[in-house]
């Protein structure tokens, strides 16, 4: 009876994830706008894609210059022969981290993403993942809890299923941008290790199509095809995450389209332009007859072409004098096909006095 249950969940969970085109999507700008979203919050196994957040505290341990590139790695035995994706290893084998990190980016190696993080965590993988737990903490990862360095299933570790969401993924893609060496090997379409003797490529096909230029893949049979992307063309950059197509070439579809629409219907818009005039505010009864505001900073968002966008300024009603310096005002409102987009406050920058009566009567 409990193997049939076993079974039957597997099989759900299949089901679950690869009956649509994907169950999950995002697509956002570098800068932390999200343009399209589908299911944003929900839970999925991530596959290989956990590799992502390995990757990430490797380099944030190499900028910390912790370890370096070239510090060469003695592969534990019990790391060698992990299964699903992986390079050659030998018994009592040695790896640079370098060539550690090309396996894990772009061959998506198990051995050598078990590797990498018992290393980084200094001989200790609970550590290590716990340390995998709390950045996804720090990155306001909510819906993302990690068991293992590289995604493999639950049957093959003996673990829970590594799981987060598009919108957790978003986060932790936009965080590894800032490791210009990592996006330059993620980028690689193949590579090779060991001073050129051993080679591979990488797995993820889009590479070069429509700007694409990194980040991972992911796929198990629970968790279906997953990838998150980074695209740049015609100075637009931006990040797709997508979770639980049924096939890898659906999944890289469904990337193609949306990245075909947003290269030709969307551009940068500035919003705000640092030293513009927003708005007039008359002061009634006060020293001062209006107020000036002006945008103190650029404000430059990607924007459909087709979108209508409006500015109005929202008037705070019930003023009392003496208005206070930080008294808002009104709020200065944006709107895009007349659904709010953004709102900046119009705050009082000095201290305005109600005139006195002589002045009311002669002014």
């Not at 249950?5 to 994830?17: D, E, G, Y």
């Not at 979203?37 to 990757?55: F, R, Y």
């Not at 995450?241 to 049924?246: D, T």
């Amino acid at each position: 009876m409990k193997k049939i249950i076993i079974i039957t969940c597997f099989v759900i969970s299949t089901l679950a994830f690869g009956q649509n085109k994907y169950t999950s999507k995002l697509l956002g700008s570098i800068s932390g706008d999200i343009i399209k979203v589908t299911n944003g919050d929900e839970i999925h196994p991530l596959a290989s894609v956990t590799k992502m957040m390995t990757l990430l505290l490797t380099f944030e341990s190499l900028s910390r210059n912790e370890i370096s590139m070239k510090n060469k790695v003695k592969i534990p035995e019990k790391f060698r022969h992990i299964g699903g994706s992986r390079i050659w290893m030998g018994r009592n084998d040695v790896l640079s981290v370098e060539d550690l990190i090309k396996a894990t980016a772009i061959y998506s190696a198990n051995n050598a993403a078990y590797s990498l993080a018992n290393y980084v965590g200094k001989n200790n993988l609970e550590i290590f993942v716990e340390s995998m737990n709390r950045r996804a903490k720090e990155l306001g990862m909510e819906n993302t809890k990690y068991y293992t360095p590289a995604g493999l299933p639950p049957y093959m570790t003996g673990k829970k299923m590594d799981v987060s969401t598009v919108e957790d993924i978003y986060k932790l893609s936009r965080e590894l941008l800032k490791y210009p060496r990592y996006l330059e090997i993620a980028s690689l379409k193949k590579t090779s290790i060991r001073g050129g003797g051993q080679e591979f490529n990488n797995r993820n096909k889009l590479l070069g199509t429509y700007g694409v230029y990194g980040l991972k893949t992911g796929h198990h049979d629970a968790a279906g095809y997953n990838i998150s992307i980074v695209s740049k063309r015609n100075n637009i950059n931006v990040i797709e995450i997508v979770f639980g197509s049924p096939t890898e070439k659906i999944r890289d579809e469904v990337v193609i389209k949306d990245l075909d629409d947003l290269y030709k219907n969307y551009n940068y818009v500035t919003l705000l332009k640092k030293g513009r005039e927003m708005a007039i505010i008359p002061i009634k009864d006060g020293v001062t007859s209006q107020v000036r505001f002006y945008a103190n900073e650029d404000l430059e968002r990607l924007i459909d072409k087709n979108v209508e966008i409006e500015s109005k300024v929202i008037l705070r009603k019930k003023l009392k004098f003496p208005i206070e310096i930080g008294t808002v005002l009104g709020d200065y409102e944006i709107l895009l096909d007349g659904k709010l987009y953004i709102t900046k406050q119009l705050i009082a920058d000095k201290k305005i006095k109600e005139k006195n009566i002589f002045q009311k009567i002669f002014n």
